[in-house]
């Protein structure tokens, strides 16, 4: 039997691969996936293949009988709301907390950086559960409204903690020198128990909303509209812009309140954006779109690695195979999911939909699946390797977040006669986000089209290239500055006045890897985001977006563990040796550890290359096997 056919064998002259009536004789034997295209005959705009058979409804689960009046740019705008709050929250924290920890909480640096790169990883890869959860039980909108709901309780705890005293240690008698030396009264177990309690809380309540929000955005627009990857384009632009406004609100209105008003004003201004939203977004509720749960994708995934195992032995050329199994008619097994098209990869996955004679009339389902559930496994293997390639660029991300406020403290940050507070800093890489999204459709769009011949000036995959290549230069730059930038300081006597300001040496020159960096999120992330949502199964299309948040928090991680590993194997205490990320960073060698990230990065990229270039869009795969129909549709199969 050839390697790229599943055939049954001629003395069977009906199978269950049989759809809507079309037997499988042996003068007509075609490939598996055609039978999808003729079960399901309903032509997506622009011949993007089929529908997914995915039909909208309301709140309350019942169709939707106008169309018009639901969904569109007016539903988007409340959700965007909802994630503009959310990630001035996420970023607030994640700036402001270090501080906190720091200054309040009187916990080291390095600790207090290590505890919140922790936070944000963990709330960013926890992601999956509230994919999970979407796309199983509760559907988007109400994991998004539960979830909203526990940030907002989390985020009001942390006020709490940051405006009563009996959650904080005692402030008298420290300054900034019984600060260095670690002088100040220590936060007792329970003070500290209570703010990761409440810090856990949000990230919780974000690890709910992130893999939801973005995908039940898209969800608004109308698969079968002739503009559909238009606006779906448009949509992820300005679903990250919305992310971007929020960092810079975040970076500038937050810390500009904190300085002013304190901590406790600054948490609660988030908390009260929180609030907001969450009464905007559920405003909005009589103009969304919901997709039905499809059940647990989890157990799907179970039942088809389960079946596949029991059948390991089984042959596809046997006297006993009958065929491929899949339900007749137009629809799936798995609400809220169109039929898929059988693919060669991962041929011994098919063995769980290989239905034998032996098989009854009723059999169980974690002994025979649907080919549908075979290729949702399919597809979510074949995504894995994108988003993984993403780790690094996040790993960046954080390593910036971080180590350049350190970088910071060292430097002028004089604008003429304005002082821009240290943990403003971040904010331009937003700016440069903003910039770049807003100009992207009038500049990039047509100077790309031009090279690519892309209606949309590139594709999701190699806008994804773009980000990585990009996020490489950030890296690399930042390492040549950083080694010049301590070169200096020694030179001119701050070596060990390391939060001491150099008159002489801007701030500002972070500020080209800071928009070099924010250039690779816009390419890279937003690409990320599309892929993964167009790309996922219809009943996964949350986990499928919550594999860029899990590519998000594994950075965080992979940042906390590197770091880890740099201070136990470049540092020496014995010998008086500080190690690549001391403290006093007149003394560390952060430039090395730029560089580092910088080789790693070019071998990522590298790796991303291989797996882009193997990648097949779904629309490609669709598009083929409707041309394969066509063409054999009168021309007979030989016999296997």
Not at 315 to 327: K, Q, T
Request: glycine share 8%.
């Amino acid at each position: 039997m050839g390697s790229r056919e599943i055939k049954s064998p001629e003395s069977v002259p009906e199978t269950p691969a049989s759809f809507d009536g079309i037997p499988d004789s042996s003068s007509h034997r075609k490939k598996l996936g055609t039978y999808f295209i003729d079960s399901d005959n309903r032509r997506m705009a622009m011949g993007r293949g089929y529908t997914g058979g995915t039909t909208p409804v309301n709140v309350h689960g019942k169709p939707i009988t106008d169309l018009s009046k639901t969904g569109g740019w007016i539903a988007a705008i409340f959700i965007f709301g909802n994630e503009m709050a959310e990630r001035m929250a996420y970023f607030g924290l994640s700036v402001n907390m270090v501080a906190f920890m720091f200054y309040v909480m009187h916990k080291p640096f390095s600790s207090s950086s290590n505890a919140v790169n922790n936070f944000l990883g963990i709330s960013q890869a926890s992601s999956v559960l509230g994919g999970f959860i979407a796309d199983a039980y509760l559907g988007r909108y109400w994991t998004i409204a539960i979830f909203t709901t526990i940030y907002l309780g989390g985020l009001t705890g942390i006020t709490l903690g940051a405006t009563m005293n009996i959650f904080m240690p005692n402030q008298d008698e420290c300054d900034q020198i019984s600060l260095l030396f670690g002088k100040c009264e220590p936060a007792k177990s329970w003070q500290m128990v209570y703010l990761y309690t409440v810090l856990y809380i949000t990230g919780f309540g974000a690890a709910g909303i992130r893999p939801c929000v973005s995908s039940f955005g898209a969800d608004q627009f109308d698969e079968t509209s002739k503009d559909y990857k238009t606006h779906l384009d448009r949509f992820f632009n300005f679903f990250y812009l919305s992310v971007t406004i929020g960092a810079i609100v975040a970076f500038t209105l937050v810390v500009y309140i904190q300085i002013k008003h304190g901590w406790g004003s600054a948490f609660g201004s988030l908390a009260i954006a929180m609030g907001i939203s969450n009464l905007l977004f559920f405003v909005g509720t009589p103009l969304y779109r919901h997709r039905l749960p499809g059940g647990s994708p989890l157990t799907r995934v179970a039942k088809v690695l389960v079946a596949a195992f029991r059948k390991r032995n089984a042959s596809f050329s046997s006297s006993e195979y009958i065929g491929l199994y899949e339900v007749p008619g137009k629809r799936s097994a798995i609400k809220g999911s169109g039929k898929i098209a059988h693919t060669d990869d991962f041929r011994c996955l098919d063995k769980a939909a290989l239905q034998l004679k032996e098989d009854d009339a009723n059999p169980s389902p974690w002994r025979l699946c649907t080919v549908t559930q075979v290729e949702e496994v399919k597809i979510l293997i074949k995504l894995i390797p994108i988003p993984a390639c993403t780790i690094m660029l996040n790993v960046i991300l954080t390593e910036f977040l971080t180590l350049s406020v350190q970088q910071a403290y060292t430097l002028n940050t004089h604008m003429g006669r304005l002082k821009l507070p240290i943990t403003c800093m971040p904010v331009f890489p937003g700016l440069s986000i903003f910039l770049i999204l807003s100009l992207y459709y009038t500049i990039f769009v047509p100077m790309s089209r031009r090279i690519t011949g892309h209606p949309h000036g590139a594709s999701q995959l190699q806008r994804v290239g773009i980000g990585l290549a990009v996020s490489i230069i950030s890296v690399a730059w930042a390492g040549v500055f950083e080694r010049y930038r301590r070169n200096y300081a020694i030179e001119h006597g701050y070596k060990v006045s390391f939060l001491s300001p150099m008159p002489d040496l801007s701030a500002f020159w972070l500020l080209i890897q800071y928009c070099l960096i924010g250039i690779a999120e816009v390419f890279c992330i937003v690409g990320l985001l599309e892929f993964l949502y167009e790309e996922a199964p219809d009943a996964m299309k949350s986990i499928g977006s919550a594999y860029a948040a899990l590519a998000g928090g594994l950075g965080c991680f992979v940042a906390s563990i590197l770091n880890t590993i740099i201070k136990s194997t470049t540092g020496n205490a014995e010998k008086m040796q500080p190690s690549w990320l001391s403290q006093n960073i007149n003394t560390g060698r952060f430039d090395y550890l730029y560089w580092l990230l910088t080789v790693l990065s070019v071998i990522n990229f590298c790796i991303f290359l291989y797996y882009a270039r193997k990648y097949k869009y779904r629309s490609q795969q669709r598009f083929e096997t409707t041309t394969l129909m066509e063409n054999k549709q009168n021309t007979p199969i030989n016999g296997s």
